[in-house]
């Protein structure tokens, strides 16, 4: 089995994806420093020593979690949270499951740790809902991992608690784990469900600070398990980074201090971007998607052309990004970000239809030529 290097996803979204008129982002804008009560002297020392943790993150986060101390495991944001707890879990050539569409970096680190990936569907026509009977029908006595998003990355499908529970027994039968990315449940504001840590043991969550609140640059993450794997989690840690960035932990501790507030600016700003959206969404004949109910991306599918022809266009003339759906396994699908300021959202769905009214014109055009 070859080795999986690299993400084709993190490739382009490095490199491709920035534009004015951006909506391929999925997390909110970057929240300002001067929103928090901090000064220099709080960020003082730089460094600290070490051990498995700064201890003042770890409990405030358990605090915030709902559970022990030594059930958190901190990390870089969530993708290297991922990355540990599944590399603590599996072996070479053990059976994962992965919904479909899935994120494009999950699979890539799976590929890496040469994980045998089988997958199971979130239908279009049912709006991604997590279905357990698909997972009923894929699972088998050689499966040791589900990876499931909640919410749903990229169409912000919602995941019950029931519908958890149903998947945490059948993980039990075979004695595997579900993990669950929880990076965007946050922005359920309205059930504020809680970590699916809470439904068993076999519940391994990961999440972070970097997408429903803009605080990408701290890079705090982190990882809820049972302690016996919290514990394998911090030793594989080892081959990766000593200590998190003290500055980082230190002003991680200062937002968990003030979280009402930070959530109450994410919350505002979410609904306000999301009347926009399902105003556009509304407006469009040429797109088939659900009005977006809660969270930072919708997934809408493009019902005439190439969706790669369509990215081409709304970035070489008119400046914009949405993130292409080949990237989640679905090539006539493309993905939306409102995360971004009021204002600029508005022009940047204003541009995306005015590209989308061009490259109609342009397909029904050749469908007469062709005809």
Not at 66 to 95: F, H, K, Q, R, Y
Not at 219 to 226: D, F, P, S, Y
Not at 330 to 345: Q, S, V
Request: glycine share 8%; net charge negative; hydrophobic share 40%.
């Amino acid at each position: 089995m070859k080795r999986v290097m690299s993400s084709a996803y993190m490739q382009w979204a490095k490199k491709r994806s920035g534009s004015r008129y951006n909506l391929a982002t999925s997390g909110l804008r970057s929240y300002s420093l001067a929103g928090l009560p901090v000064t220099i002297e709080d960020l003082d020392p730089l460094s600290r020593a070490g051990g498995y943790g700064y201890p003042p993150l770890t409990e405030v986060l358990a605090a915030h979690c709902g559970v022990a101390p030594e059930n958190v495991v901190t990390a870089a944001g969530t993708s290297m949270a991922n990355m540990l707890a599944m590399a603590a879990i599996l072996e070479p050539g053990d059976e994962v499951l992965v919904e479909h569409p899935a994120y494009e970096l999950l699979l890539a680190a799976l590929g890496y740790l040469q994980a045998d990936i089988r997958r199971f569907s979130r239908r279009a026509e049912n709006g991604f809902a997590l279905d357990p009977a698909e997972i009923e029908r894929t699972i088998s006595s050689r499966t040791r991992l589900i990876v499931i998003t909640n919410l749903h990355n990229p169409s912000s499908a919602f995941a019950t608690e029931e519908q958890l529970r149903a998947i945490g027994d059948m993980a039990r039968r075979v004695s595997a784990r579900v993990l669950m990315d929880e990076v965007y449940l946050d922005a359920q504001f309205r059930l504020a469900p809680r970590p699916s840590v809470h439904l068993g043991p076999e519940f391994v969550v990961t999440s972070s600070l970097t997408k429903v609140y803009g605080l990408s640059g701290l890079r705090c993450g982190w990882i809820l398990a049972e302690p016996e794997l919290a514990r394998r989690i911090w030793l594989l840690d080892d081959l990766f980074d000593v200590n998190m960035a003290h500055p980082a932990e230190r002003l991680s501790v200062v937002v968990f201090q003030n979280f009402e507030r930070v959530r109450e600016q994410s919350r505002a700003l979410l609904d306000t971007n999301r009347v926009l959206l399902n105003q556009f969404l509304a407006s469009r004949r040429d797109l088939e998607v659900r009005p977006l109910e809660f969270g930072t991306t919708v997934f809408p599918r493009l019902l005439t052309g190439a969706v790669d022809g369509f990215c081409e266009l709304f970035r070489d003339k008119y400046d914009g990004t949405v993130v292409p759906g080949s990237f989640f396994e679905m090539a006539d699908h493309f993905r939306i970000g409102i995360g971004g300021e009021t204002g600029p959202l508005r022009e940047s769905l204003e541009r995306l239809g005015g590209a989308l009214d061009e490259f109609g014109k342009s397909t029904d055009s050749l469908t007469v030529a062709v005809r």
